[in-house]
């Protein structure tokens, strides 16, 4: 009788641990978004004020400015943490105002009365430490996404992750666009 019971207590303790496993990984991976996103709301609160000198000194970039303000509302506007394309929606427009704040840092170079101004440099230095800031947490967001995933797809892992409903999380992916090289002729 007791044998029974053993044999029974071992692949239920087994399936709890896994259990346990996996939602410890999909906290992770959300703690770890929930990183990301401290610090893309410090480049979205930067993005105003590099804005605001900028408009001081640069005059055929209105569309370029126009752009920036568009994506920081896209990249800012909530989505659901648990909603796999809400997530992926919200990484890619972030990543593409990353790209867009990128054309702006360029464009900068052709305004010498802007590029010497003591207060944009000090901003494009604090835009600089925060993209810094954004890399570091994006690396430890998709170390944390692969640990879930390979929970979530490597058997028994599947059917357990079903059963706790915990499913994949994306990564946090450069577009097309900014894996393509920049053409500094294209933006000035």
Known sequence: MDN?????????????VWYASLIGKRNKAKEALSSVDVQLKQRANLIP??????????????????????????????????????????LKASEMLGGKMGELMIAVENYPDLKSDQTMLQAMQTYNEVEAQISAARRFYNAA????????????????????NVGEMPFYEATEADKAPINAADIL
């Open 145 to 164: 996404v692969t640990s879930l995933n390979n929970a979530v797809q490597i058997f028994p892992g599947n059917l357990i992750a079903k059963l706790a």
């Open 4 to 16: 029974q019971i053993f044999l029974y207590a071992i692949p239920l303790v087994v399936i709890y």
């Open 49 to 90: 004020n590099i804005l605001t000198i900028a408009k001081k000194f640069i005059t055929h970039e209105k569309k370029l400015l126009t752009d920036i303000t568009e994506l920081r509302a896209k990249a800012t506007a909530g989505y659901d943490n648990t909603n796999k394309q809400q997530i992926q929606e919200h």
